[in-house]
């Protein structure tokens, strides 16, 4: 159940149930997404790839993802679009969450998205790779649970720890330093290859 009425919200939708279509409980992101965890690792066991070739696949999708996670947040959630219609789809898919980062039904992907998504990866994954597909597959979406997960952390969680910490000091620093950087959130070694990675002296 999706409280309304507890806090003032970025709204999207004049729509009601378009709009309910936006937000994420936590508990439902981990009941739906356990079970597509699932159903992915039985795949890839039932496949006929050896364990440890199906270890590696899975490893390699995990990577994939971690990779896809930062070029998807830099070029495509960042985008500068010029179009009145560019910009809607922006404010839709990411501008929202800048604007009010602390909403915690906005800091998962909804299902209305992820789930078409995962089904369109499914199809490329198995298209691409055949039998081996499964295993990249369930790489790629645990990294996106992954993903998910720590990205709702970032915002509502203290992240005790130096790992943890850093992670989430990565990732606001990204919302609160108002310059084009720190897009990864999972994997933050990205932002150091591709020189995106804010300075540690900066004010932020």
């Not at 508990?27 to 070739?53: D, E, H, N, Q």
């Not at 898919?93 to 995962?118: C, G, K, Q, T, W």
């Not at 915002?155 to 850093?166: D, I, K, S, W």
């Not at 999972?186 to 002296?201: C, P, V």
Request: proline share 4%; aromatic share 12%; charged share 15%.
């Amino acid at each position: 159940m999706i409280p309304s009425a507890r806090r003032t919200r970025v709204r999207l939708f004049q729509n009601s149930a378009l709009e309910r279509l936006t937000l994420m409980p936590p508990l439902v992101f981990a009941v739906v997404w356990l079970g597509l965890l699932v159903a992915a690792t039985r795949a890839t066991c039932l496949s006929p790839v050896r364990l440890l070739a199906a270890v590696g696949l899975v490893l390699a999708g995990l990577a994939l993802w971690t990779l896809f996670e930062y070029l998807a947040h830099r070029f495509l959630f960042h985008y500068n679009a010029r179009s009145t219609f560019g910009k809607r789809i922006i404010f839709l898919a990411h501008e929202n969450h800048h604007i009010d980062p602390a909403d915690p039904y906005r800091n998962i992907m909804p299902l209305s998205v992820s789930l078409v998504l995962a089904a369109l990866f499914w199809l490329l994954f198995h298209v691409a790779f055949g039998v081996a597909g499964s295993g990249l597959y369930l790489g790629f979406i645990l990294g996106y649970v992954i993903y998910d997960a720590t990205h709702y952390a970032c915002h509502q969680f203290p992240m005790r720890g130096r790992l943890l910490a850093r992670v989430k000091r990565h990732h606001l620093r990204h919302h609160h330093a108002g310059l084009p950087a720190n897009y990864a959130i999972t994997a933050i070694l990205w932002d150091r290859i591709f020189s995106t990675a804010l300075k540690t002296k900066s004010r932020f």
